[in-house]
Nanobody, 119 residues
Framework: QVQLLESGGGLVQPGDSLRLSCTAS????????MAWFRQAPGKEREFVGS????????YYSDSVRGRFTISRNKAGTTVHLQMNSAKPEATAVYYC????????????WGQGTQVTVSS
């Protein structure tokens, strides 16, 4: 069974930086696109950003573009979300997700890691 495990969440002050990590196990992930989603209390799950299987291109939502950065290792087994200039609105549970190239749905999900941005 393929598994995703997020880590690196915690409490930070507005303007601080934080790096989340997602590690995949069970099968090679070279042909999987990876993405980050988040869900704030009382809100719908929201797309944050994604990275292609090659690691050569990324896509970000308008709300985080320019402040957040997604990267992955060459094997595709580890994905990071670098969060800079964190805002209180970024407070949420962050989820790592994966899908096979050519698929429309993210069908593999991690358990989530809590990020809280507060003074």
């Amino acid at each position: 069974q393929v598994q995703l495990l997020e880590s690196g969440g915690g409490l930070v002050q507005p303007g601080d930086s934080l790096r989340l990590s997602c590690t995949a196990s069970g099968r090679p992930f070279s042909f999987y696109a990876m993405a980050w989603f988040r869900q704030a209390p009382g809100k719908e799950r929201e797309f944050v950003g994604s990275i292609r299987s090659s690691g050569g291109s990324t896509y970000y939502s308008d709300s985080v573009r320019g402040r957040f950065t997604i990267s992955r290792n060459k094997a595709g087994t580890t994905v990071h979300l670098q969060m800079n200039s964190a805002k209180p609105e970024a407070t949420a549970v962050y989820y790592c997700a994966a899908k096979q190239v050519g698929s429309s749905q993210y069908h593999i999900w991690g358990q989530g890691t809590q990020v809280t941005v507060s003074s």
